[in-house]
């Protein structure tokens, strides 16, 4: 590897961790280093993919939250400093999904990258889910995940924040809110696609297992 150093930094949220076993969330941060065209794979077939979302606030320089779920990292040589190709949300906006049915979800990944001297690919945001499809979102305690995105080189590179849920805390999930926060290093982060993986836990079917096995233990008396 020469080019392609991958830093991996995991951190995980001790507090939550020990306060309850059920609730774990772990923040991992990788850097494409000095290369704004890291190769990272992002899915094209996630939870979100294709949908347009609700933006609340502005997506500068004409950039669009469509680019966060068409499935594409880059798309074009120009698009490393071209913000037609990302969303490069202002201060405060938030993007709201509304998933379509109750998601036990087992990741969320956020990717960004921006050509040298543009300092937009710092990332900072946060994550608010609801069970019950409502107006109201909890905020999703990831403790300081951002020091570790700080201490990323933020000019000329790429930058992959995942968020892997080990735990129980965010099962039956229907809708996602993530609000986009002023980084503090390099404003206006150009945010290139955010995936959610996760699914729908299935009761119905695990039932008619159950009730298959009673069926077999009848016949066998
Ligand atoms: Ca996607
Ligand atoms: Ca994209």
Redesign the pocket.
Known sequence: MKTNQAVSIVAVCAGVLLSMASNAAVVTVENGGANVYYPYT?SSTDLINGMTGTLAGSALYGSSAV???????FEVPSDRGNTA?TLTPANNSTLTYTLGAAYNLSSIAFYSASGSGQTRSQQNWTIGYNTDGGASFTTLNLGSWMTDVNNISNQNTSVKVSVAFTGAEMQGIQKLQFTFLDTGVGAETMY??VDVFGAVPEPASLALLGLGAMALLRRRR
């Open positions: 992002v680019k966060m779920t068409d499935g594409i990292f190709y290139r696609e």
